[in-house]
């Protein structure tokens, strides 16, 4: 009997990924890539649909998972130093630094229960000697401002307040979100399976000049999937998936399960970032 698990138990991919290389007991820097992966898209499979958002990051590490997984088949590339890379470094990286931070927010979480538990002694100050203030003679404070230095004062505010302002953002740049066409993806890959009846999904990965490409490939093909218009079989988990053309309709292809997908990665976002310098 399969059990189910609920997305609540876990705050993202990389929490979900931890848990299984902790459950399986493997060592973070060795992770077997192709085991993990398997029980990664297990869960994946038992999602129910919610949140674009939420679903989007976890079908985005699927997608990465299957990429290394690609990778680690081929020939390893060798650095400028000669030492073969290890497809899995990056993802090894943002894994020990998310389990850093959680088990920092765990000291944290245990530090603010310890605080709960401790008393202090309210102020022995009188409260005639908390309300004093010394007297302030405006008359004779002000007795030498005018209009114009009042003015002066004001511009010179102004001023150090915009030489403290203008350095920072000097250092700001302007990017622009990567944006990726639905329906123009969606006639990539349609165009590709009907001219390779048989192909190996990794073909359809080369060609991607970002990670919101990656998934964006991958989702079109789970539709194909589900509308029945290509199946998939892998022999191992060591094996390449196959991907095979079964029935393209006469009428086209209709890529409905994509449009709420389109509009949260279709829009264009531009956001500040500091350049490192």
Request: glycine share 4%; hydrophobic share 40%; with cysteine.
């Amino acid at each position: 009997m399969a059990i189910e698990v609920k997305l609540q138990v876990f705050e993202g991919p990389l929490d979900l990924l931890l848990h299984l290389i902790e459950k399986n007991k493997v060592d973070i820097y060795d992770i077997p890539i192709a085991e993990i992966t398997e029980q990664y898209m297990e869960y994946i499979r038992q999602m129910e649909e919610g949140d674009m958002n939420v679903m989007s990051e976890f079908l985005l590490m699927a997608a990465t998972l299957l990429d290394i997984k690609c990778r680690m088949l081929l020939p390893r590339e060798v650095n400028e130093e000669g030492e073969e890379e290890d497809p899995r470094a990056e993802l090894v990286q943002k894994l020990l630094e998310y389990k850093a931070y959680k088990y920092m927010s765990y000291e944290l979480r245990d530090m603010q229960v310890d605080a709960l538990k401790v008393f202090y002694k309210p102020p022995t100050i009188p409260e005639e000697v908390l309300k004093f203030r010394e007297p302030v003679n405006y008359e004779e404070l002000l007795a030498d401002l005018t209009l114009t230095r009042l003015n002066e004062i004001f511009r010179n505010c102004l001023k150090r307040q915009e030489d403290k302002v203008d350095p920072v953002r000097s250092h700001f740049g302007r990017i622009e979100k990567d944006e990726v066409n639905i329906d123009a993806k969606a006639n990539y890959v349609a165009g590709y399976i009907r001219s390779h009846k048989r192909m190996n999904f990794r073909e359809l990965l080369e060609n991607q000049k970002s990670r919101m490409d990656v998934i964006v490939t991958f989702l079109v093909v789970l539709e194909l999937m589900k509308t029945g218009v290509v199946s998939v079989e892998q022999e191992s988990i060591e094996d390449d998936i196959i991907i095979t053309t079964r029935k393209i309709p006469e009428d086209g292809l209709e890529f409905h399960g994509l449009t709420s997908l389109g509009d949260a990665v279709g829009e264009n976002e531009d956001i500040d970032r500091e350049e490192n310098q």
